[in-house]
């Protein structure tokens, strides 16, 4: 069991070293998590409302709010975004390179913040939204994810690439139809701006099988046990 567990651990290690931009983020977003819950609700929403992306603070420090949203976790634990950025953020910046991994990152982010915004500024223009709308909390990193779900189709084999994609706008485009708030604009929006990062991956040639991955995965756990338990056998036989 330890030796099993030792392998799985050397592995995944091996796998985080390609992607140090994804395991930084993770540990500043844990940080953050651990602060904002150990201290007083007033003091949360304070340090939260100085670090969102909405209309009244990207006008008086964009560059600020929009790097410091980025660091804070809004709805769902830490763990689920652990997982979701195994899942997304670490493939792609492997396959990627951090640099133009954090190009994808920077571009969803920033781009979906302002044309989520702007639709927010148009409402409130034309009276379909109250003005204290410009004060709202927005902060997190679901922005950035949607976008680097969206690329990580260029990096997919055929026809799994297409089944991906058509999950990604569904799981986004849904809430746009069903609600049209101003964070499901902000999703998709993302999720476009994903995709027309293609100049950033058309060199990387779509040849992830994430089936036969997940089948290579599943045999060499199996080859794994079967040689755990002769080791075990010739053991008990000396």
Not at 109 to 129: K, M, N, P
Request: one cysteine or more; proline letters at 4%; hydrophobic letters at 50%.
């Amino acid at each position: 069991m330890l030796h099993r567990l030792g392998t799985l651990l050397r592995a995944y290690w091996a796998f985080l070293r390609g992607a140090p931009g994804t395991c930084i983020w993770l540990v500043i977003l844990f940080a953050t998590t651990v602060f904002i819950r150990h201290v007083s609700p007033r003091l949360a929403h304070h340090i939260l409302e100085r670090r969102s992306t909405n209309l009244h603070y990207l006008a008086i420090d964009p560059i600020q709010v929009l790097i410091s949203s980025a660091l804070y976790i809004a709805g769902g634990g830490w763990f689920l975004y652990f997982v979701l950025y195994n899942i997304f953020h670490a493939p792609v910046e492997r396959r990627l390179g951090t640099a133009r991994w954090l190009g994808v990152v920077a571009f969803a982010h920033v781009g979906a913040t302002y044309l989520s915004e702007g639709v927010l500024y148009w409402a409130i223009r034309h009276g379909h939204a109250p003005e204290r709308a410009k004060y709202t909390l927005d902060y997190g990193v679901s922005y950035a994810l949607a976008g680097v779900q969206a690329v990580l189709t260029y990096l997919l084999v055929r026809p799994w690439r297409y089944v991906y994609l058509a999950a990604v706008v569904l799981f986004y485009g849904l809430p746009l139809v069903q609600s049209r708030n101003f964070t499901a604009i902000g999703h998709f929006s993302a999720v476009l701006l994903g995709l027309a990062c293609y100049p950033l991956a058309w060199n990387q040639p779509g040849d992830w099988d994430p089936v036969g991955w997940l089948r290579d995965r599943w045999r060499l756990l199996r080859r794994s046990r079967a040689g755990h338990r002769s080791t075990r056998r010739e053991r008990s036989a000396s």
